[in-house]
């Protein structure tokens, strides 16, 4: 049996964590409540919130990869970027789902037969920048931050100053993907979107990692962009699960922390550096 390791945030935000390492997160207002990501789909993660919420639930998907995107299918009502739908429909493959499942490091606690079935991508309602979620007293705002996915978003509770990342942003970004903007296009929106949260954040809390990080991870993270445009990186070799590139800056041993002690850094691909490398 698949299970969930739960920790109380604030007095209104639950983080749920799942086999993948993914983390999501319940966050309640007076009225309603909602679910930032659905988590891999390899067990019940309804369950588990259902024990600790009694209001009506909506599903906010940053992205639509399969550890955030999967265990929507449990849920009936679930908002996803439009732009996700490719990356959506590919990762909702059976046996793609699977090879997941082999390269966790909690693979020995899960079995093929835990596998929910995918969401049905028909039944999700769009979701976009800009849109407001009022869930009474509480406030979520979406935010866009191409780069591991076109379509990814991040989401501000504004009452509390608390930024929702998914994977938008971390301590290691990752843009191997073929659905990744190129390094240029996501330090240029990593700009963009750390200026359009200045002053208005004071915790991340993000998909995976440690669970929370420090507003400083953007200009991390941008820096580590220049550097790799530039060509100032240490370049090493990546390769999981057919994806294939570079390291930016290196790491310490079984860590996401850099060598250097420097913060933030990019697992990339040299033919989408820039831009123009992506036209067709």
């Known amino acids: 049996m698949v299970t969930f390791e739960i920790r109380k945030i604030t007095d209104h935000i639950t983080e749920f964590l799942g086999r993948f390492h993914e983390r999501m997160y319940l966050v309640k207002g007076t009225e309603r409540a909602a679910l930032i990501d659905a988590g891999c789909g390899f067990g019940s993660l309804k369950a588990e919130v259902d024990r600790h919420n009694e209001l009506p639930l909506m599903v906010l998907l940053t992205h639509g990869h399969q550890d955030h995107a999967m265990g929507a299918v449990e849920f009936d009502e679930v908002w996803l970027n439009p732009e996700e739908k490719e990356v959506f429909l590919r990762h909702t493959d059976g046996p793609y ?17 835990d596998m929910l079935p995918p969401p049905d991508y028909d039944s999700f309602r769009p979701v976009r920048a800009g849109d407001v979620f009022d869930l009474g007293g509480v406030t979520l705002e979406a935010f866009a931050c191409p780069g591991h996915s076109r379509g990814h978003l991040v989401y501000l509770d504004r009452e509390h100053r608390i930024l929702f990342s998914g994977d938008a942003v971390s301590r290691a970004s990752f843009l191997l993907g073929k659905e990744a903007v190129s390094v240029e296009e996501y330090r240029d929106n990593l700009i963009r979107l750390r200026d359009q949260l200045d002053g208005k954040v004071d915790r991340i809390l993000e998909g ?5 990080l420090p507003f400083a991870i953007f200009d991390g993270v941008i820096q580590v962009c220049q550097q790799v445009l530039d060509g100032d990186t240490d370049r090493v070799p990546y390769d999981l699960r057919g994806y294939r590139g570079f390291t930016a800056k290196k790491r310490l041993p079984h860590s996401l922390d850099r060598e250097d002690g420097g913060f933030g850094n990019l697992i990339y691909r040299e033919d989408k550096l820039w831009r123009r490398q992506l036209t067709p």
């Open 208 to 212: 995976h990692g440690s669970g929370e």
């Open 97 to 113: 789902r699977l090879l997941g499942l082999a390269i966790s490091r909690d693979a020995k606690l899960v079995t093929p037969e």
